[in-house]
């Protein structure tokens, strides 16, 4: 499986953005997909995972990040409004087949990876 992060750019604290994540193959529909994001000289954060039905979002950012799935379009999207300048960060999505639900969180749960795209908010 190959993904594709797109959508991040500079955006202005309160603002939105819309991260797309494309996957290669055609049972992509059926793989887990999360979000984590890794801001600068920190270790790489959980943000939000959907799969088989059903979603969860972090703590730091639930109220503010829907995620959702096109399966017509192998995508996965992570929608962030609200934006705080804590938000700045590269975003990466991952993918795995399987995942234990306990494990959902988990950089090491994800055998695939895209290659990230930066969220940039100003204060």
């Known amino acids: 499986v190959q993904l594709q992060a797109s959508g991040g750019g500079l955006v202005q604290a309160g603002g939105s953005l819309r991260l797309s994540c494309v996957g290669s193959g055609s049972d992509f529909s059926r793989y887990h997909v999360a979000w984590f994001r890794q801001a600068p000289g920190k270790d790489h954060e959980f943000v939000s995972v959907?799969?088989?039905?059903?979603?969860t979002v972090s703590d730091s950012v639930r109220g503010r990040v829907t995620i959702s799935r096109d399966s017509t379009k192998n995508t996965v999207y992570l929608s962030m409004n609200s934006l705080k300048p804590e938000d700045t960060a590269v975003y990466y999505c991952?993918?795995?087949?399987?995942?234990?639900?306990?494990?959902?969180?988990?950089?090491?749960?994800?055998?695939?990876w895209g290659q990230g795209t930066q969220v940039t908010v100003s204060s």
């Open positions: 959907i799969g088989r039905g059903t979603s």
């Open positions: 991952a993918a795995s087949s399987t995942v234990i639900t306990s494990q959902r969180r988990n950089r090491s749960a994800y055998a695939y």
